[in-house]
């Protein structure tokens, strides 16, 4: 009688908590499937997206901002989001590629000069990260400054790269993809050939060798590893859950059986 009783209940909380680990097993590949997405999308459908409140809250993107304003292109940007199909893919360098900006400079630019330099960092499109492969193949690609102001790009293996002749660089993380709008951190200033001419002074950076400089940036890997790691975790962490869950299951049944069995 008495066995037959822990039995009884044995086999219960056993058959339970496999159909728990069931479930458990069962759902997790939901999120590892939504991974690859650059950016968490906040809500459903927002028709308006606010550049100046998504740059003040990113960044620091200060510097630019601040031209966006005084050069009155942040209009053109919010009403190339606001109001074309294609939407918009903007460059931004943090405030410290400004800093860093020395040999040609930004000061002695005029007026017209500056606001095409600012319009340049962006494409009148939207371009999702994966989108940037096939335009590789383009050759120079025009930006929101029109005419001459074109750049060009590569894809090394997941990372972009950004080519005005003057400046070469990479995105570095993404602060906003969803169509129609795509704002891309950028680790320079881009400075394009049509106001600074194409005698560029060989002398920049050791960087151009292609071979090793995206391996030898510490910031290359860094956006490699934010692309990578989200996929392996979610799994790894479910088989943890699954084996914690048997382990609390056996833990239940030993307490279980011995309190019968005190009876
Ligand atoms: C956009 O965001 C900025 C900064 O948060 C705010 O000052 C501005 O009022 C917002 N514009 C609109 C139209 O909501
Ligand atoms: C963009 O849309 C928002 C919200 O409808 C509006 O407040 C803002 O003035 C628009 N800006 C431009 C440049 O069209
Ligand atoms: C800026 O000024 C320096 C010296 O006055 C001059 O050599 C240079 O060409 C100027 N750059 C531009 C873009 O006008
Ligand atoms: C961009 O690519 C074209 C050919 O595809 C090349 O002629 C041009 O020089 C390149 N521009 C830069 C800045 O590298
Ligand atoms: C979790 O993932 C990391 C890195 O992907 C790996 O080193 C580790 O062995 C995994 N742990 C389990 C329990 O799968
Ligand atoms: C239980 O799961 C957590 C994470 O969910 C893990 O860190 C821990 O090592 C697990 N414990 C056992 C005993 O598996």
Known sequence: ME????????CSVLLLCSSLAYVQ?????????????TTP?????????NLTYL?????PFQTFLDYLESTKVMDTFQNQANNTEQGITIFVPKDNAFKALKKPSLS??????LKSLILFHALPKYYALADFNGLSAKGPVSTLAGGLYTMNFTDDSGTVLLNSGWTRTKISSAVHSTDPVAIYQVDKVLLPEAIFGTDIPPTPAPAPAPDISPAA???SAESKETGSSPKSSPSNSSSHRILNLSIWCQLVLAVLGGSVLLR
């Open 55 to 59: 740059l003040s809250v990113a960044g």
């Open 41 to 49: 999308a906040p809500a459903p459908a927002p028709a308006y997206v």
């Open 108 to 113: 002695n630019l005029s007026d017209d000069q």
């Open 217 to 219: 940036d510490t910031p």
């Open 3 to 10: 066995f037959s009783r822990i039995f009884m209940i044995s």
């Open 25 to 37: 097993a069962a759902s997790p590949p939901a999120p590892v499937a939504m991974s690859p997405t």
